[in-house]
């Protein structure tokens, strides 16, 4: 009897004692098996925020290099003869007006303070420091008051009236001097539109001729020459702002330079009159 209540109190206790490990090891299984499932999902939106951002890097590559791509096409299209002729055009203006800006930056000078200088050297006597002074700055401005200088360190055309014609006609020449190379500027600034309109007036022929071997006025025949017109047209005119912007910016330093030669010509009659050196 005894022994029967041994084996029914062992087998109970086993039996309790299993469900708690089976339902500790269901449990622990459950939750292996939930974080396994948040990992899986976790490195799939990884995975999907990673290819979206390999996607989005070449988009702007592949924007900024379709730009360049319809720039060339458009290019082609326009037709490689007359589009070449307004490229060039493009390309010379813009060296000869890169010569003009930088020769009129480096002509100009302070224009107030060099005269004043230059008045200070003719008050005291020293009209060879006055020369050499004058061969030591550039611009037109001082090339005018070396001409005047030299005349009054002359003497047989230190009169005023021999120096202010030497200063009119070397501030003549400087003038020419700061107009030069202005006349190819404005030469490729009308002939880039002239060209694009040449464009123009071949790409409609080009039509013409398609409507006449296809016998027919529909909008895909026409489209290709009209197309050659208008991009040729549209380049020609951009071709032409561009150097009318430089030409007009060029025009505004020779003014500007002008305007200097003029008041150094005013303050180099007045000292010269007041020198000793100059007869009266």
């Not at 899986?40 to 979206?52: F, G, K, N, R």
């Not at 009129?104 to 224009?111: E, M, R």
């Not at 290709?224 to 032409?240: E, N, P, Q, R, S």
């Given at each position: 009897?005894?022994?029967?209540?041994?084996?029914?109190?062992?087998?109970?206790?086993?039996?309790?004692?299993m469900?708690?490990?089976?339902?500790?090891?269901?449990?622990v299984?459950?939750?292996?098996?939930?974080?396994?499932?948040?990992?899986?999902?976790?490195?799939?939106?990884?995975?999907?925020?990673?290819?979206?951002?390999?996607?989005?890097?070449?988009?702007?590559?592949?924007?900024s290099?379709?730009?360049?791509?319809?720039?060339?096409?458009?290019?082609?299209?326009?037709?490689?003869?007359?589009?070449?002729?307004?490229?060039?055009?493009?390309?010379?203006?813009?060296?000869?007006?890169?010569e003009?800006?930088?020769?009129?930056?480096?002509?100009?000078?302070?224009?107030?303070?060099?005269?004043?200088?230059?008045?200070?050297?003719?008050?005291?006597?020293?009209?060879?420091?006055?020369?050499?002074?004058?061969?030591?700055?550039?611009?037109?401005?001082?090339?005018?008051?070396?001409?005047?200088?030299?005349?009054?360190?002359?003497?047989?055309?230190?009169?005023?009236?021999?120096?202010?014609?030497t200063?009119?006609?070397?501030?003549?020449?400087?003038?020419?001097?700061?107009?030069?190379?202005?006349?190819?500027i404005?030469?490729?600034?009308?002939?880039?539109?002239?060209?694009?309109?040449?464009?123009?007036?071949?790409?409609?022929?080009?039509?013409?001729?398609?409507?006449?071997?296809?016998?027919?006025?529909?909008?895909?025949?026409?489209?290709?020459?009209?197309?050659?017109a208008?991009?040729?047209?549209?380049?020609g005119?951009?071709?032409?702002?561009?150097?009318?912007?430089?030409?007009?910016?060029?025009?505004?330093?020779?003014?500007?330079?002008?305007?200097?030669?003029?008041?150094?010509?005013?303050?180099?009659?007045?000292?010269?009159?007041?020198?000793?050196?100059?007869?009266?």
């Amino acid at each position: 009897m005894k022994k029967l209540f041994a084996i029914v109190a062992l087998v109970a206790a086993f039996t309790f004692g299993m469900t708690p490990a089976v339902m500790a090891q269901e449990d622990v299984e459950t939750t292996t098996e939930q974080v396994d499932s948040v990992a899986e999902d976790t490195t799939a939106v990884d995975t999907t925020a990673a290819e979206a951002e390999t996607d989005a890097a070449p988009v702007v590559e592949e924007e900024s290099e379709s730009i360049f791509k319809t720039l060339k096409t458009k290019y082609i299209e326009g037709g490689a003869g007359f589009m070449s002729l307004v490229a060039i055009a493009l390309v010379l203006g813009l060296a000869f007006c890169i010569e003009r800006v930088i020769y009129l930056s480096l002509a100009q000078i302070n224009t107030r303070k060099f005269t004043t200088d230059l008045a200070a050297k003719v008050a005291a006597g020293d009209v060879n420091g006055a020369i050499e002074f004058c061969k030591g700055t550039r611009g037109p401005v001082a090339q005018v008051s070396r001409k005047a200088m030299e005349c009054l360190a002359s003497t047989d055309r230190n009169d005023i009236g021999t120096i202010e014609s030497t200063i009119n006609m070397e501030a003549e020449v400087q003038g020419s001097y700061l107009e030069q190379n202005c006349s190819w500027i404005t030469l490729f600034i009308a002939m880039a539109p002239s060209l694009g309109f040449l464009g123009t007036v071949i790409g409609m022929v080009m039509a013409f001729d398609d409507i006449q071997r296809a016998g027919d006025i529909s909008p895909t025949v026409v489209a290709g020459g009209m197309k050659v017109a208008l991009i040729t047209t549209i380049f020609g005119i951009i071709v032409a702002l561009i150097l009318q912007v430089f030409y007009n910016y060029i025009l505004a330093k020779v003014e500007s330079l002008t305007s200097n030669m003029e008041e150094a010509a005013q303050e180099l009659l007045t000292m010269c009159v007041q020198s000793d050196k100059c007869k009266k």
